[in-house]
């Protein structure tokens, strides 16, 4: 975690960039955030713009390789996974733009999250459970929804998501969401209204 200048990242994963109700949420939290932290550092990263490769078996022998053993192909492997649990580590607070696409997170999230997800390196297990290693640090999730999924079987992101960051070691978690949005553009404009009366009382 950063020790001077505050430092956000925000992670937007919509399909369609800036223009996506989860980036425009996630950019209102970034807004508010501002507004408490003049100098502070943003960094963008955009999933969908630029993804991140999938798993694979080549990529899973590389990451369990020990690293004095590693061909430098997948020594540069191991360095991409790296420099993403680098930059989510040098943030103080992470917003994540979280839209539902059929029912889940975007796959280009889950393929982010099976880059971060590192025995020893994010997380290790002991006698008596896994124990996160990121560090705690403050995660605003931005979630955007064309349908009405809180507190319902159909939000399936809400746990998943929570559950992978405790698991690293990150408590300290907020939802932000616009649900219904595909019902009317009156519907739409009100749910983000309400996002926004949430977001102010997170910032105050
Ligand atoms: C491919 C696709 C799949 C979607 N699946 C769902 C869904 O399962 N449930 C839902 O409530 N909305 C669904 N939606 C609507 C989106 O959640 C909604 O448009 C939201 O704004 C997406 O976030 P974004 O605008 O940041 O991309 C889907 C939209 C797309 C484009």
């Given at each position: ?112 999250i ?49 559950t992978f960051f405790?698991f ?37």
């Open positions: 975690m950063s020790t001077q200048i505050p430092s956000l990242l925000k992670i937007n994963t919509s399909v369609f960039a800036d223009k996506g109700n989860s980036s425009v949420l996630a950019e209102n939290i970034v807004a508010a955030w501002r507004r408490k932290h003049p100098t502070g550092q943003v960094v963008t990263r955009d999933l969908a713009g630029s993804p991140v490769p999938h798993l694979d078996a080549t990529r899973i022998v590389a990451l369990s390789t020990p690293a004095a053993d590693r061909t430098p192909e997948q020594a540069a492997i191991v360095a991409e996974s790296d420099a993403l649990i680098d930059e989510l580590k040098a943030a103080d607070t992470i917003v994540l733009g979280l839209p539902m696409y059929n029912f889940g997170v975007p796959s280009q999230l889950k393929a982010y099976d880059h971060l997800a590192r025995a020893g390196v994010t997380f290790r297990y002991t006698e008596t459970g896994p124990v996160g290693l990121i560090g705690d640090r403050k995660l605003v999730v931005a979630a955007a929804r064309g349908g009405i999924h809180l507190g319902q079987p159909s939000d399936t992101q809400t746990g998943f998501v929570k405790n690293l070691g990150i408590q300290n978690i907020e939802f932000v969401y616009a649900e219904g949005l595909a019902y009317s553009a009156e519907h739409k404009s009100k749910a983000f209204e309400q996002a926004q009366a949430v977001i102010e009382k997170l910032a105050a």
